[in-house]
């Protein structure tokens, strides 16, 4: 399948409801429309997560991240741009996304996808992308795609059948930035 035919597919999946599987600029991925409160409920379903725990959006671009945090701190722009390896930014007062992927502090972390299938993805479906490992909670976050359980595999609506663009095997870096200033690393 082409990567063409893989984005339309995805988007038309994610279009309807959907949840899919698919490889991002970190670890594989269990991803649906963040604006959609009863597919974001089916994620966390799947990964059988308390609906406490927060899940990562991924976005286009700065503008879109733009459209969905109400007041973006000026160093998130720096840390976007200079940031060498994906980097999360937890940011205060989400808007235009569904309710139940919002943290109980009112913020959201979101991520500008590097990975030319998430950015396009996020673009095809105009807005962001839920991005959650592709694991069960409490399990360890799967390497490569041989490593997800079949649990997730046949839970997902979809699979990707791309490569990773990106082979990092990692979690992306986590940084809150809060309007009041504060900067405080999550995870490295």
């Known amino acids: 399948m082409s990567f063409q035919e893989a984005l339309k597919k995805s988007a038309e999946i994610l279009k309807q409801g959907g949840v899919i599987l698919y490889p ?13 409160e009863a597919a974001v ?10 609906d406490t725990k927060s899940m990562l ?59 030319k299938f998430c950015s396009y993805l996020s673009q095809n479906i105009k807005g962001p992308l839920v991005s959650t490992s592709a694991n069960l909670a409490g399990q360890p976050t799967p390497k490569n795609f041989q490593e997800i359980s079949q649990e997730i595999l046949k839970g997902v609506d979809y699979i990707v059948p791309l490569e990773p663009e990106i082979h990092n095997n990692t979690p992306s ?15 490295p």
């Open 24 to 36: 991002t600029d970190t670890v594989w991925g269990i991803g649906c429309d963040a604006k959609n």
């Open 41 to 50: 409920e089916k994620v966390f379903a799947l990964k059988k997560r308390a």
């Open 57 to 115: 959006c991924l976005v286009a671009n700065v503008a879109m991240l733009e459209r969905h945090i109400a007041q973006v701190p000026e160093a998130a722009y720096d840390i976007i741009d200079l940031s060498e390896k994906p980097t999360t930014i937890i940011f205060d007062q989400p808007i235009g996304v569904a309710k139940n992927l919002i943290g109980p502090d009112n913020s959201l972390g979101i991520r500008v996808a590097k990975d």
């Open 173 to 187: 870096t986590i940084i809150k930035l809060s309007n009041s200033g504060l900067v405080k690393v999550i995870r």
